[in-house]
């Protein structure tokens, strides 16, 4: 099929890669001339496991291009829609202007036949908004939700959990479109639920409040384990056995951010209240509370083990990246924590794998260092992002590259245990402290 899809960010550049990959014939559009130049040349502006690979073949196979140019959509018979929906400055709410804004310059290109799909997160009645002027152009709409996951972007893409197809009243030509563009994933097993688009909006939403919600749960437990010398990680674990409840999402540590959770939250309450219908997800407020509380405990708790005050002591802050697999730094509870800890007069020597040139960007007050810079003569580390090579750091060794033993396990990703072990004092998230110090 030839499509095009409009806006090349995180999502539209996969989603572009990801269709040339099955064999389809794609165009992306973006107004940012030096991302379509990258990406034209198959560099991927983000870093994103497999990415650069699908590029690189899609545009050797000539299957795969990018442009400035919006009439270059011209041809293809499906359009995404995959531009960003971000939190409106000074609001909770969705910015819908690059969606808008989107629609606008794309309608003048649409012909007879043409099927016009959501992908972007909007807040519910955004479709239904924007239906009649597709209509008025002989084209059709439907809105198709994007679940995918930084760091499994592309198999998400390619094998998604599921296919969510809104479409208006008896439009069975766009839902027979959506399954040719999707034949592969289909074949391979994917369900495909058909709904209206309010159902396919709310779908979005209500799965990464879910997802915000078991997180903010599980931390709720750890601030309640912290006061009564529970053990949050045991805890997980046995009611993640119930398979009702299930393990995943259940790690306790210094909560989720990135580009999704959080903004989706917020603008699914402030849409909640446009609708008169605020009290039903009045909790989601809560939810919010209790994730940004996690990052105060973690400054706390770096504060105490450190007698009281972290001033002028060399703090080493091992992660900036919202999670690993990702250089992304968006509402990341990793640099919020480094950039807390530096206001308070730490020295912060921060580090990551592959989000240090984002975080410079946004916060260029920081010092940044490789990990054995970080750890040499630290008075304490903090592991705020679980990234592999943190979670196999080797204790007896960097014992002998700090000051002081002491570790802040803040996404409780290492082996307690070893660590104490080893001569270190452990503090983790909602649970005790593990004084295995040597002094010597
Ligand atoms: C999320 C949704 O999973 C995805 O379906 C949606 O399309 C976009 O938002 P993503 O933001 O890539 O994806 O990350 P995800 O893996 O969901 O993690 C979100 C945050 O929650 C991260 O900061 C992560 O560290 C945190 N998290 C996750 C926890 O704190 N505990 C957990 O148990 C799981």
Known sequence: MKISVIGCGYLGAVHAASLASVGHDVVGVDIDAAKVEALSNGRSPIYEPELPELLRAGIESGRLRFSTDMSDVRGATVHFIAVGTPQRLGSSSADLTYVDQAFADLLPHLVDGDVV???????????????????????????????????????????????????????????????????????????????????????????????????????????????????????????????RIGRKFLNAGVGFGGGCLPKDIRAFTARAEELGRGESVAFLKEVDAINLRRRERVVELVTEELGGSVFQKKVAVLGLAFKPDSDDVRDSPALDVAVRLNGLGAKVVATDPEAMPNSRRLHPQLVYGTTEEALADADAVVVVTEWPEYKELNPAKVHRMV??????????????????????????????????????
């Open 117 to 243: 799909v959501g992908k972007s997160t909007v807040p519910v009645g955004t479709a239904q908004r924007h239906a009649g002027s597709v209509e008025a152009r002989g084209a059709r709409l439907a809105w198709n939700p994007e679940f995918l996951r930084e760091g499994f972007a592309v198999k998400d893409t390619i094998e998604p959990d599921r296919l969510v197809y809104g479409v208006a009243d008896g439009d069975t030509y766009s839902v027979e479109q959506l399954n040719e563009v999707y034949a592969t994933a289909i074949a391979s097993g994917s369900p495909v639920i058909v709904s209206d688009f309010a159902t396919a909006e709310l779908v979005k939403v209500a799965a990464n409040a879910f997802l915000a919600t078991k997180i903010s749960f599980i931390n709720a437990m750890a601030e309640i384990a912290e006061v009564t010398g529970a053990d949050v990680t045991k805890l997980a674990d046995a009611i993640g056995h119930d398979k």
């Open 403 to 440: 000051r002081t033993p002491i570790v802040v396990d803040a996404r409780n990703c290492l082996d307690a245990d070893v660590w104490a072990e080893s001569g270190w004092e452990y503090a983790g998230l909602g649970r005790q402290v593990r004084n295995g110090r040597v002094t010597t």
